[in-house]
């Protein structure tokens, strides 16, 4: 019965939301093409656990492969299309298939579905915005993949309502779930300023003497002759105007870029929910994370001199402030990020589809033969380079370029910039 359910929705709102994409064509349809296989690939997975027992941890994850590579693929897809017109569309899709994950989820799997439904609707409803005036069928589009994820809700609480049920042994835990996508950790938000301090009386007088225009410089004393000090020479005789102190002042020192100067904080190495979180470790060179979810997020920040083993798949790692450090790593989602980072090293042993290095002073990349194809995205940083394997256990050094040269374009329709390399 799980399985007709199933081709209830194949057959149903799937259907439905594959033929509006089609009709609306481009990118849409595309897309729609990578969901249609990903839904496939699912409807053999549970075709599969209706017929046999629980497998072992390790043949679950090899089974659950194609449905987390088409959900990998539509993720990626949408990265690939970020000036396409049809960019909200993609992303409603790409933020909610996730989705599809709840056959990984135990013992509450309904309510991952819903979750991740609710994560799309944002993107739905700018196409709502952008489209309900000028094509009703993109009004229909959305409606029909949010209908679709809600059945598939409805049937996942009506069949598997604890986890994935396998007729040998029922519905035990497990693996983890596909890739949940979605944006890293948003940047810490920066402070307000208190405009409760100031009372309405200081705000009015503040006013009053801006309004004030021009006489706002009557009260300024003038200068005479007399006392200007080109046309008086013995004025120049008098005491100067800044005496030395007889003791110095302690200088403060410049902040440092990167993690600088570690706080007298406790270190921190606690998993919150989906994200993992390590903070403030000093001269630590055995962090490992393991027991990883694919939808985990791994979030290193402020530490200093120390080294971080992420074990299995998680959807990204991001290094923030942190000096010295290294990471090794076997499969990312949808990438690594080192921010504010001073003489940090990452390692893929697997596959990563994107590095992004913004406001970093040394990086050195170490990729694997799968992670060839990456994808790098520097700002503001210098002293970067990816070392690729030969073969032979040995890396091949390349250098990221940091200068750039502009030119004006004949006739002068824009500008064109190109990378300096170096030539050392």
Do not use: C, W
């Given at each position: 019965m799980s399985v007709n359910g199933y081709q209830d929705i194949l057959q149903g709102p799937l259907r439905s939301y594959l033929e509006l994409s089609k009709q609306i064509g481009g990118d849409v349809a595309t897309h729609a093409n990578l969901v249609n296989e990903a839904f496939q690939a699912?409807?053999?997975?549970?075709?599969?656990?209706?017929?046999?027992?629980?497998?072992?941890?390790?043949?679950?994850?090899?089974?659950?492969?194609?449905?987390?590579?088409?959900?990998?693929?539509?993720q990626q897809f949408r990265e690939k299309n970020r000036a396409s017109t049809f960019f909200n569309h993609l992303s409603a899709i790409s933020e909610s298939i996730p989705a599809l994950g709840w056959v990984a989820i135990s013992p509450t799997p309904a309510p991952y579905v819903k979750e991740m439904n609710d994560a799309g609707q944002?993107?739905?409803n700018r196409v709502l915005k952008d489209w309900k005036e000028k094509d009703k069928t993109h009004v229909e589009w959305c409606r029909t993949w949010v209908q679709l994820l809600s059945d598939l809700q409805a049937f996942v609480k009506q069949y598997h309502t604890t986890g994935l049920v396998w007729s040998g042994k029922g519905g035990a835990p497990a693996p983890p779930p596909p890739p949940a996508g979605g944006l890293p950790p948003p940047p810490p938000m920066l402070p307000e300023?208190?405009?409760?301090?100031?009372?309405?009386?200081?705000?009015?007088?503040?006013?009053a003497e801006i309004n004030q225009g021009e006489a706002i410089t009557s009260s300024l004393r003038k200068v005479t002759s007399d006392m200007q000090t080109h046309k008086n020479p013995q004025l120049r005789q008098g005491p100067a105007p800044f005496k030395a102190a007889t003791k110095s002042a302690p200088v403060k020192a410049l902040p440092?870029?990167?993690?600088?100067?570690?706080?007298?904080?406790?270190?921190v190495f606690t998993r919150d929910g989906k994200k993992w979180i390590i903070e403030f470790q000093k001269g630590n060179p055995n962090l490992v994370v393991e027991n990883t979810d694919m939808n985990n997020m791994v979030y290193m920040f402020r530490c200093r001199d120390s080294a971080l083993t992420v074990r299995g798949k998680v959807n990204g790692v991001i290094l923030d402030s942190c000096t010295k450090c290294a990471v090794v790593f076997d499969n990312l989602v949808s990438g690594i990020e080192f921010v504010n980072c001073q003489s940090v090293q990452m390692q893929v042993l697997g596959k990563v589809p994107t590095i992004s290095i913004d406001k970093t002073d040394g990086c050195q990349i170490y990729l694997s033969p799968e992670s060839l194809d990456v994808e790098v995205v520097s700002s503001k940083s210098s002293e970067m380079n990816v070392l690729v394997p030969?073969?032979?256990?040995?890396?091949?050094?390349?250098?990221?370029?940091?200068?750039?040269?502009?030119?004006?374009?004949?006739?002068?329709?824009?500008?064109?910039?190109t990378p300096v390399e170096s030539k050392g």
């Open positions: 699912q409807y053999k997975y549970i075709q599969l656990a209706a017929s046999r027992s629980k497998p072992s941890q390790s043949e679950e994850m090899q089974l659950l492969a194609p449905t987390s590579d088409k959900i990998s693929a539509i944002f993107y739905t300023v208190d405009f409760g301090n100031l009372s309405v009386d200081d705000r009015s007088a503040l006013f440092t870029p990167g993690a600088g100067n570690i706080p007298d904080k406790p270190p030969k073969g032979d256990g040995d890396y091949t050094e390349h250098p990221i370029p940091e200068q750039y040269k502009t030119v004006i374009n004949k006739p002068p329709t824009g500008l064109t910039t």
